[in-house]
């Protein structure tokens, strides 16, 4: 116990601390930005006492899947995350990644124009250098896209790369993975990566391996194609030495209801083997650029913004096709470039995941849409007040340890994710009774309710339902997080 006050002590609270332990009570002595004590602290002194009777108190939360590359810089509040409990982002998923890439042209190629259009980082190192310079309030850690890598090696995106085109491919990742990234992300289902061969992937990932960094993937294909999709998936990190992170783990279009549990026993086994992990967000509507050859699996598909007929944003597209007098096929092509989301899961299939014991929650957010998939505002606190409170689909301390311990470990974000003596003061202070996400696919911007406050770094970024204005975000550096690991 240190004779000089403690900066912060959260007193009276149930402590939940991310491991998967259960929960008991404690105070938590907080000092600068690190978690100083955790215990009896009702008679020691301190700058400032929080009463947190009643109350969980957790670690920030982790959220593994995002594409907030470009909003930790343009909306630095991220309120959409701080008001779930998040205090640390990863981005660069899904193959696209702000850096490394200068982009001149018109607009980047769907569905990189999700980010939005900073493309205006030539090296990672630029990224990292921006968000040192103006730091957002959550802590960061970014991945490298192929996409991006592409995008910025290549004239012609719709064949594999050739050997020159691979050689400048792998001297930005080289150059990505020595600024700090922390590994490689694909989106080999879209256009613009779907021409590369396996090889193609394997040639760069085989950077990822002796840099201990980690290769995530949206598959090829999470339709028909699944488990050929999850078996290129794991070839590419035998080859590599990489652990693989399956993103969004799902099983797309209504005629393959169900296939998460011949998917997931296919994780299982093969995790005996290697390394392989994976994410899900806890809803049954996928989202991502509107394409017409999505349209016949869905069951539904509301626009979430289009370039070519702004006002649609928000509107289903079947009466949008009514209106125009065409098949949704056709309004689909007619109002690119665009944005959808898709009802093609199955609710048992997407509990299935959820509860797999291996699965980390995260959100797939896509910032920028006008009209998003409310998984943007909702994923954390949906988790633990829908599928944990009121379904009984998985305890509290479990739910928490797949939003903290879980992903801290598999990502490697060393003295995070769990509330230990030590460890950064990332901290949310939830009520269990009443957390719950608002955002639904009517009202997609809506804070959750039950989310009280939360620390980043030891500073508060979300309190009586706003934010702070602190801005107390680390961009995280795969050598520092490495290094803290093996001191
Ligand atoms: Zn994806
Ligand atoms: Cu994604």
């Excluded at 602290?41 to 670690?59: F, M």
């Amino acid at each position: 116990m240190p004779n000089s006050p403690f900066d912060l002590i959260v007193h009276g609270g149930t402590v939940i601390d991310g491991t998967g332990a259960a929960r008991k009570d404690a105070d938590i002595g907080i000092t600068g930005d690190r978690i100083e004590f955790i215990g009896d602290l009702s008679t020691q002194g301190a700058v400032e006492r929080l009463d947190a009777t009643g109350k969980i108190v957790a670690p920030g939360f982790i959220d593994v899947h995002t594409h907030d590359d470009h909003a930790l810089l343009s909306k630095p509040d991220m309120t959409y995350k701080a008001s779930q409990g998040v205090a640390t982002v990863v981005a660069g998923n899904c193959g696209i990644s702000l850096a490394p890439l200068r982009f001149t042209g018109d607009r980047p190629p769907p569905p990189m124009d999700l980010l939005g259009d900073g493309y205006r980082f030539p090296k990672m190192a630029d990224l990292f250098k921006a968000l040192d310079e103006t730091p957002p309030a959550l802590n960061a850690a970014l991945l490298c896209g192929h996409t991006t890598l592409r995008v910025g090696a290549m004239e012609n995106l719709d064949r594999g790369a050739t050997d020159e085109e691979i050689d400048i491919m792998r001297e930005n990742l080289a150059e990505a993975l020595d600024a700090g990234a922390i590994g490689m992300s694909t989106g080999l289902f879209y256009p613009p990566a779907n021409a590369a061969p396996t090889q193609e992937v394997i040639r760069l990932a085989a950077l990822l391996g002796p840099a201990g960094a980690l290769y995530t993937t949206h598959l090829r294909d999470e339709g028909d194609h699944l488990e050929e999709s999850l078996e290129e998936a794991f070839e590419i990190g035998r080859a590599s030495g990489a652990k693989v992170v399956l993103s969004h783990h799902k099983s797309a279009g209504a005629s393959n209801f169900g296939g998460t549990k011949n998917s997931l026993a296919l994780i299982d086994r093969v995790r005996k083997e290697q390394d392989v992990t994976l994410d899900v967000y806890p809803y049954h509507a996928a989202s991502t650029v509107l394409s017409a050859d999505r349209v016949a699996e869905s069951s539904r598909v509301i626009v979430t913004w289009s370039e070519a007929r702004p006002d649609v944003a928000g509107r289903d597209l079947s009466d949008i096709a009514k209106e125009m007098g065409c098949t949704q096929q056709e309004a689909a092509t007619a109002l690119l470039p665009a944005g959808g989301i898709y009802f093609m899961m199955d609710e048992a299939d997407v509990q299935r995941v959820l509860q797999y014991p291996h699965a980390m929650v995260a959100s797939d957010g896509l910032p920028h849409d006008i009209f998003p998939h409310p998984r943007l505002w909702g994923t954390f606190p949906r988790v633990l007040g829908h599928y944990s409170r009121d379904l009984g689909l998985l305890t509290l301390e479990d739910a928490v340890y797949r939003m903290s311990g879980l992903p801290a470990a598999e990502f490697g974000l060393t003295g995070r994710g769990t509330l230990t003596t030590g460890n950064y003061a990332d901290v949310v202070i939830f009520d269990a009774e009443t957390v719950i996400d608002r955002a639904d696919f009517a009202h997609p911007t809506q804070a959750a309710a039950g989310i009280e406050m939360v620390f980043v770094n030891g500073k508060p970024v979300w309190r009586d339902g706003q934010p702070t204005g602190e801005r107390p975000g680390t961009a995280l550096r795969r050598q520092a997080l490495q290094a803290a690991a093996a001191s």
